[in-house]
DNA sequence: TTGTACGCGTTATCAG
DNA sequence: CTGATAACGCGTACAA
């Protein structure tokens, strides 16, 4: 109701705002017996510095701001939790906004955010964001961003990401290994680099394998999960050789369970499957999840490790600072060699 | 770098700096013909008013928070999606603090809260808080807070919560129907109305069924998910007749499987298992799990908004605004009944 | 060692 | 309809 000030703190100590100001900030031109006196009576009251004066003043908002597509993921989830830990350590706030996908709203949190709301932000793209005009706005006024798994290749600043093309790769080759003959792709909408470079990885394992790319056996993600389940439904249904699905994300590996489930497919019988996914319960699944997991805490983490560099040392952030994370095979038994 | 501000416009424009604020306020004493001009150039100059200076004027910073246990889970995943929905409605930000359970980490953020740097606090409780002391600086400072799913009994605030002892009666009664004799209940630590309530409902189906109530099968959960498997290996091989588990939250539920694997025991031939859990896979596990779901999504939506009720009419939030939900029982292969 | 006075960028009040 | 001017609460030169 009432809030505590330092007006109010300097007049019940009978001492200048300016004083009670410094010696909160622990100034070395302040007596030691004033500073007791001001730290006593500003715990007694709670005091607590107003904010938004205090980030007027210093042009330091102590907030950085993570942009993402959606937090209903264990990859998401598990990065703000890395993301939040660091920001704490520097004693810094964070806001949190979703894209859910959606080249405009990320455009308009963007806008926002370039009002001076925050210190520095974190961001990974939106599927359906076709190119990066709205993060001019940061450059020009001078907002650091760090980037971590969605990145825009050719944006001027660093990157945390994994080793997309060599998980793709290994994805791949190790349904390949495992029997597969005719492996479908799923991957997000869009022209991400993250799905770029997994698709890289996919293509270049069946050439080395000696087996041509077939662009119609790779499927993109649809709008909602019952679109994706009947998507992958069709593409099992028209193209009766697939026998191996690796898919570039979480949900999509969970929508081809769903899938197969509804056409009697058995897993691995029938179909193996592969995805990209941070779900901890992928071994209790039915079968068993083979995953390709991300170190999504630490990708957290190291970006904003990084942009707590560029904050709190007023300097830019270089792309030579970005980082690659190596993501980790887990076999389980959906990719379980079929006996002969 | 060099920010646009108001004073910018108007010497751009040759108006002064309160005409400029007027027009982008769309206030009625402007000209038509000014606000357009005003307007164009603050389009093309991309013009974001300084938040902070505004907050600090207006005495609202469009900044509500959001503080919870973890963010890697799915209930409280879905309900950020919820909350962020109603805020972005709203025109707010939101901050996200997560307490890792620990009362003083759940302290500390709310007495940085109380410095007004948000206008609204949506709060989970930590299961480590004990008391509800740290929330007193929140009402003394007038920032109203609304609890969802996890909240303190005697707090003079609105709740949005689950019918919980319901659900804890329907989830042990289907245990106790699909033949359980000895059924355990995992439970979150500390005295959470939360867990209280969903204990009671298992006490009062034991009794009304005529079992008695053996306090224990009642396990509380530990510090780590390693632990919690440990736990519940110990109770089961202690306490052999254990034929159920009920998990009050998801976690426990996916330890139960785990610990039930390891100990070589089949769900549901053996064990049967019935949990709390929003995770959309349940239905792919290995069994697939029965579980009491809560409609998290529109507790967040449904918290949020009664916040803004409060927030944006300058009312304080009262008791009589609390709002029970239904949860859902979803009855999947984990509890099928024995054959006899 | 402490106080005075100004400015951060915005909004509100009061004139004109 | 528009312009000066005074706050909001804090931090910091400059004075004392």
């Keep these: 109701m009432k809030p505590v000030n330092l007006k109010k703190l300097a007049e019940e100590l009978n001492l200048s705002i300016a004083t009670v100001s410094r010696a909160l900030n622990?100034?070395?031109?302040?007596?030691?017996?004033?500073?007791?006196?001001?730290?006593?009576?500003?715990?007694?009251?709670?005091?607590?510095?107003?904010?938004?004066?205090?980030s007027l003043r210093r042009h330091k908002s102590r907030t950085i701001a993570v942009v993402i597509p959606e937090v209903a993921n264990h990859f998401f989830s598990l990065a703000?939790?890395?993301?939040?830990?660091?920001?704490?350590?520097?004693?810094?706030?964070?806001?949190?906004?979703?894209?859910?996908?959606?080249?405009?709203?990320?455009?308009?949190?963007?806008?926002?955010?370039?009002?001076?709301?925050?210190?520095?932000?974190?961001?990974?793209?939106?599927?359906?964001?076709?190119?990066?005009?709205?993060?001019?706005?940061?450059?020009?006024?001078?907002?650091?961003?760090?980037?971590?798994?969605?990145?825009?290749?050719?944006?001027?600043?660093?990157?945390?990401?994994?080793?997309?093309?060599?998980?793709?790769?290994?994805?791949?080759?190790?349904?390949?290994?495992?029997?597969?003959?005719t492996v479908a792709h799923l991957t997000l909408a869009g022209s991400l680099t993250i799905?770029?470079?997994?698709?890289?990885?996919?293509?270049?394992?069946?050439?080395?394998?000696?087996?041509?790319?077939?662009?119609?056996?790779?499927?993109?993600?649809?709008?909602?999960?019952?679109?994706?389940?009947?998507a992958i439904e069709a593409l099992l249904t028209h193209r009766p050789a697939i026998d191996g699905i690796f898919a570039c994300?979480?949900?999509?590996?969970?929508?081809?369970?769903?899938?197969?489930?509804?056409?009697?497919?058995?897993?691995?019988?029938?179909?193996?499957?592969?995805g990209f996914s941070n779900l901890e319960m992928a071994a209790l699944l039915d079968p068993p999840l083979t995953t390709i997991t991300q170190p999504a805490y630490n990708i957290g983490r190291e970006a904003a490790r990084i942009l707590f560099q560029a904050v709190n040392k007023n300097r830019p952030i270089l792309p030579t600072h970005s980082l690659e994370l190596k993501s980790e095979l887990i076999v389980r038994a959906s990719t379980a060699a079929s006996p002969r």
């Design 195 to 230: 799905s770029r470079r997994r698709m890289h990885g996919y293509i270049d394992a069946l050439r080395d394998f000696g087996l041509p790319y077939d662009e119609t056996l790779v499927v993109p993600a649809q709008l909602s999960k019952p679109e994706d389940i009947q």
């Design 249 to 274: 994300v979480e949900s999509l590996a969970m929508c081809s369970y769903e899938a197969c489930r509804n056409l009697g497919r058995a897993i691995p019988a029938d179909v193996k499957v592969i």
């Design 26 to 54: 622990d100034r070395y031109d302040i007596a030691q017996a004033t500073k007791d006196r001001v730290r006593e009576l500003a715990n007694k009251l709670n005091y607590e510095p107003n904010p938004y004066a205090s």
């Design 80 to 181: 703000i939790n890395g993301i939040e830990e660091i920001a704490r350590g520097n004693n810094y706030h964070v806001l949190i906004y979703l894209t859910h996908e959606e080249y405009q709203r990320e455009a308009s949190i963007v806008r926002l955010l370039a009002g001076g709301r925050v210190d520095g932000v974190l961001l990974s793209v939106a599927s359906r964001s076709h190119d990066l005009n709205h993060l001019d706005l940061l450059r020009e006024r001078g907002i650091p961003m760090v980037f971590f798994d969605r990145v825009h290749a050719d944006m001027d600043t660093a990157k945390v990401t994994t080793d997309d093309y060599e998980s793709g790769y290994k994805a791949t080759r190790h349904l390949l290994d495992a029997g597969c003959r």
